[in-house]
């Protein structure tokens, strides 16, 4: 129908003619109550609001010489994390004399990317930064 024909039925009922897709040819509208409808859009905004998850990244430090427990400790962390969907930022920082074997901090990443392969995906592989080696690992 016309746009004055819809707008007259509008009219009668004492309802609103609301325009819901513009794009369409012809463009499609309905008869309805104007604020009922905005209300329930908003409505529909806050709920897909509340349901989406915000990726935080979590930040592991570790060093060249971590000790069994603690490296254990450390990875019960990065599970718990990851697990919640969260990535997960691992940070090896050198000190003094340490930067001479950085072969011992690439080794402890590495141990710690093979034991998350089956939760995880690195996203950044490890690469040096000034006295510290990063590495970023998200969940799959």
């Known amino acids: 129908m016309t746009a004055r024909e819809a707008l007259i039925r509008a009219y009668d009922v004492g309802l609103d003619l609301v325009e819901i897709s513009p794009n369409a040819v012809p463009p499609v509208c309905k008869i309805l109550d104007y604020g009922k409808y905005k209300y329930e859009q908003q409505k529909k905004a806050n709920e897909a609001r509340k349901k989406q998850k915000v990726v935080e990244i979590k930040e592991i430090k570790v060093r060249p010489n971590i000790d069994d427990h603690d490296y254990d400790v450390k990875m019960r962390q990065m599970k718990t994390f990851i697990s919640e969907g969260d990535k997960v930022k691992v940070t090896l920082r050198f000190r003094g004399r340490e930067m001479a074997h950085q072969d011992l901090g690439a080794k ?31 969940p799959k």
């Open 108 to 138: 402890v990443l590495e141990r710690i990317r093979n034991e998350l392969t089956e939760t995880t995906k690195v996203e950044q592989f490890p690469r040096m930064e000034n006295r510290q080696m990063i590495m970023v690992l998200a």
